[in-house]
Each structure stands twice: as structure tokens, then as C-alpha cells.
């Protein structure tokens, strides 16, 4: 029995010791005293130095974007450091092509800040804002996929381009030992500035997704910071080509909705890909949609369909339903989103039917 | 325990009792960090580095430590924690003073925490009761001998890139009988000293 416990005190004693050892030296060695953080040559921070570019940025309240929250395993959180990051890291290259690493461009969660630093990131990111949103409603559209909408905080508003996305922010539950945050599109129009609302899928063993299907519950205090992305509106007359599979809906619902409550007069078709009649949803507030739009038309896709589905819609893949009913591509633009095999065969179609690269825009996931 | 010369330690923990090639200690990085001489001789002076650190630090635990109040069966968790608080020490210490050296080394000092042939010496100079002088010899030793032996084996790793491998051996597969064989042909200089 004694030497149980002499044996733990003595371990904790030497792991005390050494633990004491290395926050000394953290606190001397490690600390490289107040820097200066200049960005984009106009608004200048002092900052402590000795942390990550990262998280000296949290700090200052300014969110890159970053999925795996800083342990260098994403690559989102890319930064142009002009001066003073030091060397490239070895931790850093895989993520960086050749064009990157001529620009400076640095993985901030790993590159430090110990001396004076001058950085070059894009003005909207000033734009993005942390919140503590409360979960309004939960609603389920299928089995695996659910609508949220959160409302911010008193006071506060969010303001973004239709088909941008937020980081939501999965804390630690049972079973998840690691914060991580996951990107998911807004779904609400931008008008509406103090709700958002996401569409989240469920994915098996997922981080965020068992979270949010499995945890969150109505009145549930949630992390969300944004908006990211440059997959957005883009204002002009062009006939719009929407293509969404799943959770993809979301971007291309804040666009409706913002065409919708702005009375925006332009052509446009919604090709919405799934396997069976189950997976569809939302189909009356399409239907809605339709009657408020002047000119907008909802088209479900289902590429599993039996006779027993009595299903007289368009039987096959969102690509087959573009070559089939898609008259040409010239002088229209599409926005798509969705997976990657999706996409890449959707831009097939789509050029093939004349439509230049330049006016397709995707949001991968 | 017959007095060895901490010279003749040294020598054998290169040649003879290579941890590498007569103990099999530290092959996932030996074999993951193989690819280019460059790369394998950067990591191999980490090794070397922090086993002379962390022989000293752990002879020093043990003997003043455990031995006198009878805890040597802690020895295994302690040294783990030892060699990762000293790992994280110098690495702070690099980071600030010798950068260059810290970018050098890069990737591969945190690695090293978990590096089995540093705890294998730890462990090897109590087992075989060796001194303070005996203990720094056989460290610096095998840390030599350890770069040795993964800066021969990337040399050849290169070689091999340009031959043909069968499918099913490429990669790990080849360059573990390319071990092998270096293991038997490092077997000629046992009879040089014999330690253990």
C-alpha cells in the first residue's frame, strides 16, 4: 500500500518539477517581449510576442479562416507574411504550392511571431466577427440532414455576400476531446442580419456534424465566426445556373432568399441532384419560391429511382439533367456546390455547352 | 561489471552494438526518414544531441533520485518524461538563440521524443550499471552509430530509387531487408569489442 503511494507522489513530485522547469522557461526563454503587428501597411498591433500568427490575430479579434483550430493539419489558414516570420517550416510545405511560397504566403498557425511582422490579408476578413448564437429552431429536412437557425447576440448583426460561409465552433463533448471548427454555407438571405441559418448533414463519425445531430439542442449557446469565402452573388443580368446536391442547398438558398426580398428580376434554374424522392426536401418553400420569383424554376434531379417511386420529374445525375435540358451555356453563369465529383462533371457540361470557366463559380466540400 | 574503458564503450555503441543494427531501436524513424542523406544526417545529429542531453539528465535522476529512495521500477515512466521535457526545453532554447540550428533541425526535434533508441539508452546504462563517464560514451556512442546507420541507408535508398523493385516491396519493404543486411554485415565488427 505505502509504496503506491510513495511511488504517485514521488511521479507527481518529478513531473511537477519538470513541468515547473518548462514554464520558467517558457515565461523567459519563450517570451520575446512586445512586438509590432502591421497590417496591410495601414493598422498597426502591439502585440506580446512568442505565440502563433494565428492566435496573436485572434487576439486581436481578426478570424482567419482554420478548420483543424491550429495544429497545422487543414492548410486554410494561409497568410502573406511580407517581413519578419522567419524561415518556411517544414510543417508548413506540404500545403503550399510554388506561386505560394514565392508570395511569402505562410501557414499562420505555425508561423510565430517573435519579432517585428508585417502581413498582407484580404480587407474583408476585418469584416468577420465572433459570436455566442443561440440555437432558435432545429428542423428536420431528411434523416441526416437538419436546418438551424441561430439568432446573435442582442445588439449585434452580421453582414455578408449570399454564399458565403461561417465557422461553427464544435466544442469538447463526450466522446470528442478536441475544439474544431467546420465551415458550413448560410442558407438565410443577408438581409435578415441577426439570424443565420446553416444546413448540416450528418456524417458518421464526424466531429461538428455529431455535435450539432446528436447535442445541440434549442436554447444551446453556439460559437460561429464569419463570414468567409468568395463564392458569392455576383450583381449583373445573367441567367443563373444553380447546381446543389445535399447540403449544398444552403449557398444557393441564400441566394433565393436574397433575390427574393430584394426583388431581383433575373432567370434563373435550380438543378437540385439526389438519389431517392426521401432525400429531397423543402419542396413547398421551393414551390414558394417559384410563385415569388418572377422567373425562377426548382428542378430535382434523382438518380435512384424506381417505378414504384411514381416519380415524373428528371430521372438521372445533375450533369445528365444540364446536358439534357440545358440549351446553351453562352452568356449565363452558374453557381454550384457540392462535392467534388459533382462539380467536376457539372463544369464539364457546362463548358461543353459553351459557358466560359471564368463565369462558373463552385464552393467545393 | 568488468571496468570498460568509456572509450571502448563509445566505439562499441558505434560498431558492435549499434543500436540500429544489433538492437533494432528507433526503426519508425530510421525507416520513415530515410529517403535523402541530407534529411537522415540532420536527424541523426538531433539524435546524437539529445541523447548526450538526456544520458546526463537521466543518469542524474537515477542515481540521485530513484536509487535512494527505492523507486527504480519508476525509471520507465520517468525517463519518458524527462527525455520529452528536455526535448521541449532545447527546443525552446534553439528557437531563441540558435535559430538557424532550430530551423535545420526543424520537424525532427519533437519527433525525437518518441524515438525508442533514446530511451533504450536511458535504460541500457542503468541495466548495465554503467558510470557517469561510461553512460556519456555509450550515449554519444550510439547516437554516432545511429546516424551511421541511417545516413548508409539513405545513401542506398537512393541508389535503389533508380532500380527496379518489385511492386510489393517498394518502399518500407525493401529498405527492411536493405536492414538486413547491413545488420549482417555489421556483424564482421563484433570482433572488434564486445560490451554486452
Excluded at chain 1, 491550429?70 to 508548413?92: F, W
Amino acid at each position: 500500500m505505502s509504496s503506491i503511494v510513495i511511488s504517485t507522489v514521488s511521479l507527481s513530485i518529478i513531473t511537477a518539477l519538470f513541468a515547473v522547469l518548462l514554464t520558467i522557461a517558457d515565461r523567459t526563454i519563450g517570451n520575446y517581449g512586445q512586438v509590432t503587428m502591421t497590417i496591410n501597411d495601414d493598422k498597426q498591433f502591439t502585440v506580446n510576442g512568442g505565440s502563433s500568427l494565428l492566435s496573436t490575430l485572434i487576439e486581436e479579434k481578426i478570424f482567419i479562416p482554420s478548420a483543424c483550430g491550429g495544429k497545422g493539419t487543414c492548410g486554410y489558414c494561409k497568410v502573406q507574411v511580407l517581413e519578419g516570420g522567419g524561415p518556411v517550416l517544414a510543417t508548413e510545405t506540404p500545403f503550399m504550392t510554388e506561386e505560394e511560397l514565392a508570395d511569402n504566403v505562410r501557414l499562420s498557425c505555425q508561423c510565430k511571431v517573435k519579432q517585428d511582422i508585417r502581413i498582407q490579408i484580404p480587407e474583408e476578413l476585418f469584416n468577420v466577427k465572433e459570436f455566442e448564437a443561440t440555437v432558435e429552431a432545429i428542423e428536420d429536412l431528411t434523416d441526416v440532414i437538419k436546418k438551424l437557425r441561430f439568432k446573435l447576440p442582442e445588439g449585434e448583426e452580421i453582414s455578408f455576400k449570399p454564399g458565403q460561409y461561417v465557422q461553427l465552433k464544435a466544442p469538447l463533448y463526450e466522446g470528442n476531446d478536441e475544439e474544431v471548427y467546420r465551415a458550413y454555407s448560410i442558407a438565410s438571405s443577408p438581409l435578415e442580419k441577426e439570424y443565420i441559418e446553416l444546413v448540416i448533414g450528418f456524417v458518421p463519425e464526424g466531429i461538428a456534424t455529431t455535435y450539432v445531430h446528436h447535442h445541440l439542442e434549442v436554447g444551446d449557446k453556439v460559437t460561429i465566426n464569419g463570414p468567409f469565402g468568395d463564392f458569392y452573388y455576383q450583381d449583373n443580368d445573367r441567367e443563373m445556373v444553380m447546381v446543389a446536391v445535399g447540403t449544398g442547398v444552403a449557398p444557393i438558398l441564400s441566394l433565393l432568399n436574397f433575390m427574393r426580398s430584394k426583388g431581383i428580376n433575373r432567370k434563373a434554374r435550380f438543378y437540385f441532384g439526389a438519389k431517392t424522392p426521401s432525400d429531397l426536401f423543402m419542396l413547398d418553400y421551393f414551390k414558394e419560391l417559384e410563385e415569388d420569383l418572377p422567373d425562377f424554376q426548382f428542378i430535382p434531379c434523382l438518380s435512384r429511382v424506381g417505378e414504384e417511386d411514381e416519380w415524373d420529374g428528371f430521372k438521372g445525375r445533375v450533369n445528365n439533367a444540364i446536358d439534357e435540358m440545358l440549351e446553351e451555356g453562352e452568356g449565363k453563369e452558374a453557381y454550384l456546390c457540392g462535392n467534388e465529383p459533382m462539380i467536376d462533371s457539372v463544369v464539364k457540361s457546362l463548358t461543353e455547352k459553351g459557358m466560359p470557366e471564368e463565369l462558373i463559380y463552385y464552393d467545393k466540400f | 561489471m568488468i571496468e570498460l574503458n568509456p572509450f571502448v564503450i563509445f566505439i562499441a555503441a558505434i560498431f558492435t552494438n549499434n543500436m540500429i543494427l544489433s538492437n533494432f531501436l528507433g526503426m519508425c524513424s530510421f525507416v520513415a526518414v530515410s529517403k535523402e542523406i541530407n534529411t537522415s544526417l540532420g536527424l541523426g545529429q538531433a539524435v546524437t544531441f539529445v541523447l548526450a542531453g538526456t544520458s546526463i539528465i537521466n543518469y542524474l535522476v537515477y542515481h540521485y533520485l530513484l536509487v535512494p529512495y527505492n523507486l527504480e521500477f519508476l525509471r520507465f515512466i520517468i525517463f519518458i518524461i524527462s527525455i520529452a521535457a528536455f526535448v521541449q526545453l532545447i527546443e525552446m532554447i534553439l528557437e531563441r538563440y540558435i535559430p538557424n540550428l532550430y530551423y535545420a533541425l526543424g520537424i525532427f526535434l519533437p519527433l525525437i521524443t518518441v524515438n525508442c533508441a533514446i530511451l533504450g539508452v536511458s535504460l541500457f546504462m542503468v541495466i548495465r550499471d554503467y558510470t557517469f563517464l561510461q553512460s556519456f560514451g555509450f550515449a554519444v556512442g550510439s547516437g554516432l552509430g545511429w546516424t551511421l546507420a541511417i545516413v548508409a541507408l539513405a545513401g542506398i535508398r537512393q541508389k535503389l530509387k533508380r532500380a527496379s523493385v518489385p511492386k510489393g516491396l517498394e518502399g518500407p519493404g525493401i529498405t527492411l531487408i536493405v536492414t538486413g543486411l547491413m545488420a549482417l554485415a555489421f556483424i564482421g565488427f563484433s570482433g572488434i569489442v564486445q560490451i554486452s
